[in-house]
């Protein structure tokens, strides 16, 4: 595939995933902005390029998008080694989200599962772990939603099978989630007058 290639791939699943994709993210929009308003976290987890895109999701809600604001509750789950790597060696690469669900989550706090293919086991085991406890689960997915999407209660699936493009559409739509919880965050902070 050449260069030209790529960017005209990715033009037309950003296109299709910006109609298709508008109403998931306003839910999953509202789901974030109830949970953060009501004194609860937001948890993210995935493996690899999606772990990457948790932690990305996390900072833009714990630091800062564009403005300064209040810090919004967030913690992405791939990003401590030492407890990754624990509960891997006790238990199993397949259970180190959902141990951390298990420590960390209360009700009311939303899980933010990435998977480009839905079939992560261990992302699943986590989104499922999360429901236990009363947690909402907003999958970022690709292709058919897989067996996350099949569990998870807001589901943001791109049209695609394509692993890249995937990624590309979910740094959009972390970004879309940034900016709107941002924008909501400073909107129930501004003083009276």
């Given at each position: 595939m050449t260069i030209?290639?790529v960017?005209?791939?990715?033009?037309?699943?950003?296109q299709?995933?910006?109609?298709?994709?508008?109403?998931p993210?306003?839910?999953?929009?509202?789901?974030?902005?109830?949970c953060?308003?009501?004194?609860?976290?937001?948890?993210?987890?995935?493996n690899?390029?999606?772990a990457?895109s948790?932690q990305?999701?996390?900072a833009e809600?714990?630091?800062?998008?564009?403005?300064?604001r209040k810090?919004?509750?967030?913690?992405a789950?791939?990003a401590?080694?030492a407890?990754v790597?624990a509960?891997?060696?006790?238990?199993?690469y397949g259970?180190?989200?959902?141990r951390?669900?298990?420590a960390?989550?209360?009700?009311?706090?939303v899980l933010?599962a990435?998977?480009t293919?839905?079939?992560s086991?261990n992302?699943?085991?986590?989104?499922?772990?999360a429901?236990?406890l009363?947690?909402?689960?907003?999958a970022?997915?690709g292709g058919?939603g897989?067996?996350?999407?099949a569990?998870a209660?807001?589901v943001?699936?791109?049209p695609?099978?394509?692993?890249a493009r995937?990624?590309?559409?979910?740094?959009?739509?972390?970004?879309a989630?940034a900016e709107?919880l941002?924008?909501y965050?400073?909107?129930?902070s501004?003083?009276?007058?």
């Open positions: 030209q290639q960017f005209a791939e990715h033009a037309e699943v950003v299709s995933a910006s109609t298709t994709l508008l109403g993210l306003e839910d999953a929009t509202r789901a974030l902005q109830t953060l308003a009501q004194g609860h976290k937001v948890l993210a987890c995935g690899g390029g999606s990457a948790a990305h999701l996390v809600l714990v630091c800062r998008f564009h403005v300064d810090a919004l509750a967030a913690v789950l791939a401590d080694m407890t790597t509960i891997a060696n006790d238990y199993g259970r180190i989200f959902a951390q669900v298990e960390l989550a209360t009700r009311g706090d933010v990435l998977s293919s839905g079939h086991a992302v699943v085991d986590a989104a499922k772990t429901h236990t009363g947690c909402a689960v907003v970022l997915t058919d897989g067996a996350l999407g569990i209660d807001i943001i699936c791109v695609s099978t394509v692993v995937i990624q590309e559409v979910h740094d959009v739509c972390i970004h989630l709107a941002e924008d965050t400073r909107q129930r501004a003083p009276c007058r």
